[in-house]
């Protein structure tokens, strides 16, 4: 068979990419890569090492939130044309607090075959790390930066389901501090850093535990918080 005739129908494919550890790349991810037409990243330059280093030659379009909203529509035409795109995020699952839910939408609605691969997404083992309830959860990613921060913080106070958000070292010991505020001093919170790399670790605590040790130790890389839910 031609290597024409084993190309995947035209579609779009969502394509996980490591978080840290670069074996956690799976082979069909690879393959997929290897494969399509195009391969929209994120961040190009980023993604060109990953790339690099499986042996990957696809050709790259940066595809990121500041463009998405331009490119969605030219794209969605390509695919229904009988080209075949890739969508990778800097690390982890697309569309997971990173682009690609304008993408997916669009395709869905124009009729267009979506296929998002299993792999890399950093809530889940930090979800299974913290020992918290995991048979139901709340997934919130980032808290608004500023309007609206306190009023989503006030109605997740009583949220008695686990509760996972995404943080940035700089802002962690402001999180944690509205934590207390809102949640109370002794709410059981899990910090989970570095998932998957060298200096990977979990804190847990109370609240205020946790804040404090953030505190002395001031932290670093990408950050996961697990929040046990209102008893």
Known sequence: MSKEAQRPMAKLFLVPTPIGN?????FRAVSVLKEVDTILAEDTRNSGKLLKHFGINTHMHSHHMHNEHK???GIVQQIKNGKTYALISDAGTPAISDPGFLLTRACVEA????????GAT?????LVNSGFPNDKFVFEGFLPVKKGRQTRLKLLAD???????YES????IKTLSHFVEFF???????VSREITKLHEETIRGTATEVL??????PPKGEIVIVVGGKK
Request: overall charge negative; some cysteine; glycine content about 4%.
């Open 22 to 26: 670069l074996d956690d790349m799976t």
């Open 71 to 73: 490119t969605v529509e």
């Open 111 to 118: 009729g267009i075959e979506v296929d998002c691969l299993p």
């Open 122 to 126: 950093a809530f889940v083992p930090a």
């Open 159 to 165: 949220e008695t389901r686990t509760i996972i958000f």
């Open 169 to 172: 070292p700089h802002k962690l």
């Open 184 to 190: 109370g001093e002794d709410r059981p919170v899990s």
């Open 212 to 217: 404090e040790h953030y505190t002395q130790k």
